[in-house]
C-alpha cells in the first residue's frame, strides 16, 4: 500500500513539477556535483595502457567480465553484445590526434567500456529510469524495467551500450547461476561490477587482470591507490570536451 | 457518423479490402518480431534506430501541418480553408496515430511501454514527446468531432470549441519542436546537433502536409463530387512554396557550417549521405534522387504559371513529398548513426519484415483517412451513399 | 424493428464465446490442482507459509527493487535471520525443484512469470 502511494504521489509531483523543475533541478544537481558530499564515495578507474599492452592479445579482462555476467559470444558484429572490449586507438579517442607518436603506442587497442559519467548523457535521456546514477558514481541498470527504446544507445558518446536484438540465451554456453542473463529487447553494459562491490570485492575485470594494469577505487578518498596514481601521472579521459567526466581515466 | 464508413460503392469496398490485406500482412510480419526480437530488422549495434523511427519523424511533420489550414481559417478568417480544414485535421489524426504505432513498433520490450507513464521521467524528451503528441491526438480528435457533428445537424459549432483550436495551433508546433529536440540534444550525435533541426523541421513539415493535402483534394475530386475550388488549393500551394524553399534554404546553411568549419565529425556525415564513406553508399542515390526532386519541386512551384496549372502543380506536390520523405524518412535518422561515434561505417538497409511492418502502418494510416474523409464527405451529402 | 431475430441470434453467440471458458469446464470437468511436493533444506521460510503463499509475488518485487535501485543486497526476515535477497542463490537453493515449487502451480493458473528469461535455474539435484 505504502509503496503503491508513494509511487502514485511520485507520478502526481513530478507530472505537475514538469519540465522547468526537471531542468532546474539537473542545473543546481550538476553545481553540487564537483564539491563531493562528505561520507559519499566516487568509484573510478585507471587504466595503464602500457601495462595492459604488455602481454600481447591478452583478453583476461574481458573473458572475466564476460563469463561473471553472462554476456553473450555474437559472432555478428551487427548483433553483437559487449561489456568490456579492445577498440582501436582513433575510435576510443577521435579527438587525440598523435600523427608522430611511435607507432607502438597508437596503432595498438585500447581497452574500453562504460565510463561511469558524472554527467551521463543516458541517463538524461532514459524514459523509464531503467539507468540512472547511483551516489557512488556507478551508472546503474535496471533490465526489469528498461523499455527497449534504445535512446541510451543513441546518447552515448562512447558507444558504451549494447542492445539484446535477440535472445542471449543461445548464445551462451554455460550460463553462471550467480548473475542473470538478459532477455532480448533490453539494452546492456558495464554496471562496474555493482554486485562484486557491494560483496566487498573489486571488479572483476580489475582482479583478472595480472598485469595489474587496472586500478579501482574511490576518488573521493585522497589516499585510496586511484588518487595516488592520478598525483604522479597525466591522464586522459575519452571526449573530455564533452563535460561527461568519465570516471575512467587512461595513463599517458 | 461511424454508419457512414459502412456503406459504400464496390470500388470503395475494394480498396478498404486491398489495405486490409496489408494491415494484415504488416501484422504478421510484426508477430515474427514480437516472438524473434528486433533481430528479424536490418537494424545493428551501430545503427540502432532506422526505418521505424525515421518514419515516425516524417509522420509527425505531416501532423503537425495541418495547423497551415486551421491557422488561415481561424486566426484570419480565411474563409476558403473551411471547406478543407476538416480534411487536415483528419490527416493529423491519422499521422499522429501512425507516429504511436511506429514508436510502439520499435520497442524491444513492447509489453513494457507503459513504464514511460508508470515512471515518468521528465529530463527525457521522449517523456514531452508522448504527452505532446497523445494530446495533440486528443485534440484533433475533440475538433474534428465536433466541428464535423454541429455542420451535420445544420448549426454553428459550440462556443467553447474556439479556444480550443486556436490551442491546437501552437500545440501542432510543439509537437515537432519536441520530436526535433528528441535528436538536437544529444552531444554523442553532431549530425543532429544544430540547433536549426527544430526549424528545419517546421519548414519541412509545413511543405510535405499541404502538399499531400492538395494532392488528397484532387483526388477526392475525380473520385467524388467533393471540390475543395481552385482558390483554396492554390493558396495551399503558395504555402509549399515558400516552406520548400524555407527547408532547402536551411539544408544548405547545414552543408555550409559542417563543410566551411572543416571539422571532421560533422563533415563525415554529409559525406556519408551525398558522397559515401569508406566504400559504403547505399543512401547516396536515394539522397541526390532528394536533392534533384527539390529543385524540379521549387522551379514548378516558384514559376506562377506552372504553379497554376494542375498538372505540374500535381507533379511539384508529388516531388516535394518524395524529396522530403526521402531526406527525413531515411537520410536524417540514418546519417545520425553513421559513422559511429567510434568511427565506425555500418550500412543499413531494412529487411523485408521490417518494411512490411512498415507498409502495414502506413496502410492503417491510410485505412483510416480513407474512412474518416468518407464520413466527413458523407456528412456534406457529398459522396453517393 | 424487425430485426429482432437478428439481434437474439447476435446475442447468442456472444454469449457462447464469451462464456467459453466455462463451457469447457462444464463439459469436460475442472483440472485437479496440484499437490506440489515442497523440498525444504531449512525449517523455516524467510516469511510464514501463509504470506508466502498469498503474496510471494510482492516479495520478490521488493526484493528485486531493493537489490537493483537502492543496492542493498541483505534482507532481515520474519525469523530475525538475515538472508541474500537472490531468486537464484536463495529461494531456489532451498527449495531446488523448481518444477514442482513454482512450475506446477504457476502452470495450474496458467501465469507465465518472466523471472525465468534472466534469472538462471540452478541444475536441479533433486
Given at each position: 500500500m505504502e509503496r503503491e502511494r508513494r509511487a502514485l504521489l511520485k507520478l502526481a509531483g513530478l507530472t505537475v513539477v514538469g519540465l522547468a523543475g526537471g531542468a532546474l533541478a539537473r542545473t543546481v544537481e550538476a553545481s553540487s556535483k564537483h564539491a563531493a558530499k562528505p561520507g559519499t564515495k566516487r568509484l573510478a578507474m585507471v587504466i595503464d595502457p602500457r601495462k595492459c599492452l604488455?602481454?600481447?592479445?591478452?583478453t583476461d579482462c574481458i573473458g572475466a567480465c564476460h563469463a561473471a555476467h553472462n554476456v553473450p559470444a555474437i559472432d555478428d558484429p551487427r548483433r553483437e553484445v559487449k561489456w568490456i572490449w579492445k577498440e582501436k586507438f582513433s575510435g576510443a579517442?577521435?579527438?587525440?590526434?598523435?600523427?608522430?607518436?611511435?607507432e607502438a603506442l597508437t596503432s595498438k587497442p585500447v581497452l574500453v567500456f562504460c565510463?561511469?559519467?558524472?554527467?551521463?548523457p543516458c541517463v538524461r535521456v532514459c524514459p523509464t529510469q531503467a539507468t540512472w546514477r547511483r551516489d557512488d558514481g556507478i551508472v546503474m541498470m535496471d533490465w526489469h524495467r528498461?523499455?527497449?527504446?534504445?535512446y541510451c544507445v543513441a546518447g552515448?558518446?562512447?558507444?558504451?551500450r549494447s542492445f539484446n536484438?535477440?535472445?542471449p540465451r543461445p548464445f551462451l554456453k554455460s550460463p553462471t547461476p550467480d548473475f542473470p542473463t538478459r532477455t532480448k529487447g533490453v539494452v546492456e553494459k558495464c554496471t562496474f561490477c555493482d554486485e562484486r562491490i557491494g560483496k566487498g570485492q573489486q571488479p572483476a575485470c580489475v582482479e583478472a587482470c595480472k598485469e595489474k594494469a587496472l586500478v579501482f577505487g574511490?576518488?573521493?578518498?585522497?589516499?585510496?591507490a586511484v588518487r595516488q596514481t592520478l598525483r604522479a601521472r597525466f591522464a586522459l579521459r575519452r571526449?573530455?570536451?564533452?563535460?561527461?567526466?568519465?570516471a575512467i581515466h587512461y595513463l599517458v | 457518423m461511424l454508419e457512414k464508413a459502412l456503406q459504400g460503392s464496390r470500388s470503395y469496398w475494394g480498396w478498404v479490402a486491398f489495405l486490409a490485406g496489408l494491415i494484415l500482412l504488416g501484422f504478421i510480419a510484426y508477430m515474427r518480431q514480437f516472438a524473434v526480437?528486433?533481430?528479424?530488422?536490418?537494424?545493428s549495434r551501430d545503427v540502432t534506430w532506422g526505418l521505424y523511427i525515421a518514419q515516425f519523424t516524417f509522420l509527425v511533420g505531416v501532423a503537425a501541418s495541418a495547423v497551415m489550414v486551421v491557422l488561415p481559417y481561424?486566426?484570419?478568417?480565411?474563409?476558403?480553408?473551411g471547406k478543407i480544414t476538416i480534411l487536415g485535421e483528419f490527416l493529423a489524426i491519422s499521422a499522429v496515430t501512425m507516429c504511436m504505432l511506429f514508436i510502439f513498433v520499435d520497442m524491444g520490450q513492447p509489453t513494457r511501454v507503459l513504464n514511460v507513464m508508470l515512471y515518468?521521467?521528465?529530463?527525457?524528451?521522449m517523456f514531452w514527446d508522448m504527452i505532446s503528441l497523445s494530446g495533440y491526438l486528443g485534440l484533433n480528435a475533440l475538433i474534428s468531432h465536433v466541428t464535423l457533428d454541429a455542420e451535420r445537424k445544420g448549426i454553428a459549432p459550440p462556443h467553447w470549441i474556439k479556444p480550443i483550436i486556436i490551442l491546437s495551433i501552437p500545440w501542432a508546433v510543439s509537437i515537432h519542436t519536441v520530436t526535433a529536440f528528441l535528436y538536437s540534444g544529444?552531444?554523442?550525435?553532431p549530425f543532429w546537433m544544430t540547433a536549426i533541426l527544430a526549424p528545419r523541421f517546421l519548414a519541412s513539415a509545413f511543405s510535405a502536409g499541404p502538399a499531400l493535402l492538395i494532392l488528397f483534394c484532387l483526388i477526392l475530386r475525380r473520385f467524388t463530387k467533393f471540390d475543395a475550388g481552385r482558390e483554396p488549393i492554390q493558396r495551399l500551394a503558395v504555402i509549399v512554396t515558400y516552406a520548400m524553399a524555407i527547408n532547402v534554404f536551411f539544408v544548405l546553411m547545414e552543408v555550409f557550417t559542417a563543410i566551411y568549419s572543416g571539422i571532421p565529425e560533422h563533415i563525415e556525415h554529409f559525406e556519408f549521405l551525398y558522397l559515401g564513406l569508406e566504400g559504403k553508399a547505399t543512401l547516396v542515390p536515394w539522397m541526390w534522387a532528394s536533392a534533384i526532386l527539390s529543385v524540379i519541386a521549387l522551379v514548378l512551384l516558384i514559376n506562377p504559371k506552372t504553379r497554376g496549372n494542375e498538372r505540374t502543380l500535381v507533379a511539384a506536390c508529388i516531388a516535394v513529398f518524395t524529396a522530403l520523405w526521402i531526406e527525413k524518412g531515411l537520410g536524417l535518422i540514418i546519417a545520425g548513426f553513421v559513422?559511429?561515434?567510434?568511427g565506425a561505417v555500418t550500412s543499413y538497409s531494412p529487411s523485408i519484415p521490417e518494411v512490411l511492418i512498415a507498409v502495414g502502418i502506413y496502410a492503417i494510416g491510410i485505412f483510416l483517412i480513407t474512412v474518416f474523409y468518407k464520413i466527413a464527405l458523407s456528412v456534406r451529402g457529398e459522396v453517393k451513399v | 424493428m424487425h430485426d429482432g431475430g437478428k439481434i437474439l441470434t447476435g446475442l447468442a453467440v456472444f454469449l457462447v464465446l464469451a462464456l467459453l471458458p466455462f463451457w469447457h469446464n462444464a463439459v469436460g470437468g475442472t483440472a485437479a490442482a496440484p499437490q506440489p511436493k515442497i523440498v525444504t533444506q531449512?525449517?523455516?521460510?524467510?516469511?510464514p507459509r501463509e504470506t508466502i503463499r498469498s503474496t510471494h509475488m510482492e516479495l520478490l518485487n521488493t526484493w528485486r527493487d531493493t537489490v537493483?535501485?537502492?543496492?542493498?543486497?541483505t534482507y532481515m526476515d520474519a525469523r530475525g535471520k538475515t538472508v541474500n535477497m537472490?531468486?537464484?542463490?536463495?529461494c531456489l537453493s532451498c527449495h531446488p525443484n523448481k518444477k514442482e515449487f513454482c512450475d506446477a502451480c504457476h502452470n495450474y493458473l496458467a501465469v507465465s512469470p518472466y523471472c525465468w528469461q534472466c534469472h538462471v535455474e540452478k541444475k536441479e539435484s533433486a
Open positions: 604488455e602481454k600481447d592479445g591478452c579517442f577521435p579527438d587525440q590526434e598523435a600523427e608522430y607518436v611511435d565510463n561511469h559519467c558524472d554527467n551521463p528498461c523499455i527497449g527504446c534504445r552515448c558518446p562512447y558507444g558504451s536484438w535477440v535472445d574511490d576518488l573521493n578518498d585522497p589516499d585510496s571526449k573530455a570536451g564533452l563535460g561527461t567526466r568519465p | 526480437g528486433l533481430g528479424v530488422t536490418g537494424l481561424y486566426l484570419h478568417n480565411y474563409k476558403l480553408f515518468p521521467t521528465p529530463n527525457s524528451l544529444l552531444a554523442a550525435r559513422p559511429s561515434p567510434m | 531449512e525449517k523455516e521460510c524467510v516469511a537493483v535501485r537502492e543496492g542493498t543486497r537472490s531468486l537464484t542463490n536463495t
